[in-house]
């Protein structure tokens, strides 16, 4: 059927017009205590079911499949996969953006799960689905989000 086809490149995409208001509120739990404190540390942290061995990035405390508590905890390394993207050209307020920002759905091979977060120094005809990245962790680290600027294409593994 036209249109449910799913591009690969950006420039492929169709346009997608009008508004998509997502707003949230997250509280970080056990779990996600664990994982904001690793990325103080410059780490991201995956859970790991006992039962079942699913990994999971973000951790979560149950696994989602047999719904044992998770109990091992491991770091784990770059790089991860582009998995979507999108490109931003306002902001929240509907203003315009100096710049485009590029948001990606970011997995990690081994795991479950993903983070959703911005990518940087991805020259435009290089952006695409599949594309290997790292993060790069701000200087000051507040256990938050913001620990990550944002990703960037994998420099040690390509
Ligand atoms: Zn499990």
Redesign the pocket.
């Known amino acids: 059927m036209a249109g449910l086809e799913k591009p690969s490149r950006w420039q492929d995409a169709p346009p997608l017009y009008g508004e998509q208001g997502v707003w949230h509120q997250y509280t970080y739990g056990i779990a996600g205590e664990k994982f904001f404190r690793s990325l103080m540390e410059g780490k991201l942290l995956a859970a790991t079911?006992?039962?079942?061995?699913?990994r999971y990035l973000p951790p979560q405390m149950y696994?989602?499949?047999?719904?044992?508590r998770?109990e091992e905890w491991e770091e784990v390394k770059p790089p991860g996969v582009v998995q979507s993207f999108t490109i931003l050209h306002r902001d929240l307020d509907d203003a315009p953006l100096a710049e485009p920002q590029v948001v990606a759905f970011i997995s990690f091979p081994g795991t479950c799960g993903g983070i959703i977060h911005l990518l940087g120094e991805v020259p435009r005809d290089e952006l695409c689905i599949g594309l290997l990245v790292e993060p790069v962790f701000a200087d000051e680290r507040k256990g938050r989000w913001q620990d990550i600027r944002y990703f960037r294409p994998a420099r040690s593994s390509q």
């Open positions: 079911c006992p039962e079942c061995g699913r696994c989602a499949d047999c719904f044992r998770t």
